[in-house]
Nanobody, 122 residues
Framework: VQLVESGGGLVQVGGSLRLSCAAS????????MTWVRQAPGKGPEWVST????????DYAGAVKGRFTISRDNAKNTMTLQMNNLKPDDTAVYYC????????????????WGQGTQVTVSS
């Protein structure tokens, strides 16, 4: 299993970024996928999850209405479109693979990528 995040960077408050997660080594279309983030000095925080088929999504309250998760099962990729970014969104963002082959939202993950840094400056 390999998960590679990209798309992070430095952005001003109110700006946008689009994160990507490229997956390989497993049947991508069979697993839910998740984004979590970790801010400096804090524990991991769940951000969003999408089911295997892409038709069901779930968001943390802090990002609902600003972030959009999506996936392209033909390309084995997942994205996180982040709009109206705030300083509290500053963190390393990780994508994770669901634990088992299910079609519903599964928040638990068993593999993670190396992360991509998002910094929102005010």
């Amino acid at each position: 299993v390999q998960l590679v995040e990209s798309g992070g960077g430095l952005v001003q408050v109110g700006g946008s970024l689009r994160l990507s997660c490229a997956a390989s080594g497993f049947t991508f279309s069979s697993y839910a996928m998740t984004w979590v983030r970790q801010a400096p000095g804090k524990g991991p925080e769940w951000v969003s999850t999408i089911n295997s088929g892409g038709g069901t999504t779930d968001y943390a309250g802090a990002v609902k209405g600003r972030f959009t998760i999506s996936r392209d099962n033909a390309k084995n990729t997942m994205t996180l479109q982040m709009n109206n970014l705030k300083p509290d969104d500053t963190a390393v963002y990780y994508c994770g693979k669901g634990v088992s082959v299910v079609n519903y939202i599964q928040h638990e993950s068993d593999y993670w990528g190396q992360g991509t840094q998002v910094t929102v400056s005010s």
